[in-house]
């Protein structure tokens, strides 16, 4: 396969166009910034963003076994699982995703669509969870493909290296990005850009960044600028204030962001703004990795889009 080439070669991602979007606000035009979000969320309309990048090089090595076997890992709102079990269906691959946690009452959406994509799910015990035994996975489903939770590993950062592609590196003074797992940090740290990198973690006091991105091979930190004031209480916890951020940057903007990652960077971007942080003749594209599906557990009503 031609390695230069890797996501034509991936039905699910085809050859979508990844609009880069101005976002335009007075305040912005006043301190003569320019703010662009790249959106990978349009590239596909189930399984968008970041996640189909960071499985592309694991789906390719599961394609290659016989038979097709991927087993992965996530929590019960899980957009890794949601990408990885359609992803699988439309390449013919066999998937089993590793739950978190007992089984619930009523499924979540999220794992009732992996379900509906024809995932195995098996409910797993937080001790059991965290260390997942080959051997075992081995015996009950056979030569496999073992992709941790996110996606998180070398082929991971490879894959989402593949993002790099749509960064013009001469354009943009910074470029921003939520982090979980830190392996789309780590793929954009591999970009040619030598703009610096604003990651926003969307967990509480994620201290373990740099240790992360030591493990993905990542060793020249020069360009990472950590934001961590603007987790909102924590990971997938939310308040009024960014709900109410996230209808209003809908209706000034039209784009739809996740309570989860996207919508806390955002915020962040915009309070970064206000507050004089970026310098005048800035640049900056927001990655919109997408994870829509996630909106999906807020009550009816709560977003207008
Ligand atoms: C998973 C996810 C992230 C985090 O990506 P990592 O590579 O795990 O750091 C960011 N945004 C969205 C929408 C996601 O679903």
Redesign the pocket.
Known sequence: MDETQPIKTLPIIGNKEVPADRIDEPVFFDKGIEVSMLRLDCIHPVVS???IF?LVYYLREAGQLAPSTLITQGGPYS??LAAASYACRVLGIRSIGLVRGEKPQVLSHTLQFCMDQGMTIQYLSRSDYRQVGTEDLTRDFGTHILVPE?GFGRPGVKG?ALINQYIDPYVFTHLSV????????AGLLQGSSSAPILAFP?LRNMLDIGSRLEELGVTDLRRLTLIPDYHFGGFAKKDASLIRFMNEFYLRHQIPL?F???AKMMYGIFDLIAKGYFPKGSRILCLH???LQGNESLAAGTLNF
Not at 178 to 185: E, F, I, N, R, Y
């Open positions: 963003g970041n996640k960071k957009n890794h996110g989402a939520p982090v979980g797992s830190a392996t789309t940090l969307a996740d989860v990652y996207t990795t997408g994870g």
